[in-house]
């Protein structure tokens, strides 16, 4: 169900990232100060929707098997050893019905 037209998970936390750190970042000296208000109102929003602690997780592993997001420059030390630890030390492992489904696909 994903495509170019719809957006996939993965692409919330890359999407955060810029609007925190370049949109709705504050710049005191040229914004009007109806706009320094709404742009700490959205932060304010956005960081209200995803504190959950499990969804920043989910976000970090969406974009760590996506193949568009392979430097991930979004992501701090603490989130990158997490990662490490939980998706890319998986050991690959062979059941007896892999291959089983493996020695059948050699016979046809």
């Known amino acids: 169900m994903s495509a170019q037209r719809y957006v996939t998970v ?3 936390k890359p999407l955060l990232h810029h609007l925190y750190n370049d949109v709705l970042k504050s710049d005191t000296k040229s914004e009007s100060s109806a706009l320094q208000f709404m742009k700490k109102e959205m ?8 504190q959950s602690s499990r969804v ?8 760590s098997v996506d193949p568009r997001f ?9 989130e990158i050893a997490y990662l490490a630890r939980r998706v890319l030390c998986t050991p690959a492992t062979s059941t ?3 291959r089983l489904f493996s020695t059948a696909g050699d016979m046809c």
């Open 10 to 12: 993965s692409a919330i």
């Open 43 to 50: 932060t304010l929003n956005l960081k209200s929707r995803y």
């Open 56 to 63: 920043p997780q989910l976000l970090d592993v969406a974009c």
């Open 70 to 78: 392979k430097l991930m420059p979004f992501l701090n030390k603490k």
């Open 96 to 98: 007896p019905s892999e």
